[in-house]
């Protein structure tokens, strides 16, 4: 998929890979649209967005957890900008500690998010693009979902796999339809966090990414993009590590 012209719609466009890849692709010559809770964050994605001149930006509120956010958030795109080509799912949040320690509810706020949430945007979104048979969706999954080795990470990397699940199954739904769909997946090589589960309730906080980290991997979104990659990994030998984990089903 090249960008030039096109027009992409980001969740989590406040801060961190979210905002990293806004800028990416409005370089590439794409109209952005960026969504977050994070208000002030926003704005500040909006100013560095209209310092690289040219092009239509334009930030909106929304809470990937709720369908009526994202119901509206397809709306308002639609209207403002005419059409949207490529829809980014990276609105996250990260749950760490030990399963005796996370309640049902952490558990349900954590895959109402980051599952739910690309559900939701798919759902929203996939009319619109099947109506014009043409589009493209990504969904931000971390990479320890594929590669799982701390127990601190239970939950955060259940609902990371979950998505790349979710993905495979849309892309068969459809690619055959004009949809492509693409996965991208931040995270080090390695042990997610290393060092023991954190003892007590879990630990909620919201997904960033640091800039730098960032900036890279949102150049490697643009180029997955281009090369229609299913999996769009952070780093190089991401691939064979994930073919060596999976290459069977024992732990």
């Known amino acids: 998929m090249e960008l030039l012209g096109k027009v992409a719609v980001i969740t989590g466009g406040g801060s961190g890979i979210g905002r990293a ?9 794409a109209d952005v649209v960026v969504a977050d ?3 002030r964050g926003l704005e500040e994605t909006l100013k560095r967005l209209t310092h690289l001149g040219s092009g239509r930006y334009l930030p909106l509120h929304a809470d990937v957890g709720k369908d009526s956010d994202v119901r509206a958030l397809a709306s308002d795109a639609i209207a403002a900008m005419g059409r949207v080509d490529l829809l980014l799912n990276n609105a996250g949040v990260v749950l760490e500690g030990s399963l005796e320690a996370i309640s049902t509810d952490d558990w349900e706020w954590v895959l109402n998010v980051n599952l739910l949430g690309a559900v939701r945007g798919a759902r929203a979104f996939l009319p619109h693009m099947l109506e014009r048979g043409s589009g493209y ?6 990479v320890g979902g594929l590669l799982s080795d701390d127990p601190a990470s239970i939950a955060y990397d259940t609902s990371t796999l979950a998505v790349v699940g979710f993905s495979r199954s849309l892309i068969r739904h459809v690619g055959a339809r004009g949809i492509g769909v693409s996965v991208l997946c931040p995270g080090e090589l390695g042990p997610n966090g290393g060092g023991q589960a954190p003892t007590g309730q879990g630990r909620r906080k919201r997904t960033s990414g640091r800039l730098k980290d960032a900036t890279r991997l949102a150049d ?3 180029q997955g993009l281009r090369g229609e990659e299913f999996l769009i990994l952070g780093h190089p ?9 999976w290459q069977d089903l024992e732990p």
């Open 237 to 245: 030998g991401q691939r064979d590590a994930i073919l060596e984990h």
């Open 220 to 222: 490697r979104l643009v």
């Open 37 to 39: 809770i994070d208000d």
């Open 21 to 29: 890849c806004s800028l990416a692709i409005a370089r590439q010559g």
């Open 137 to 142: 969706i990504v969904n931000t999954a971390a």
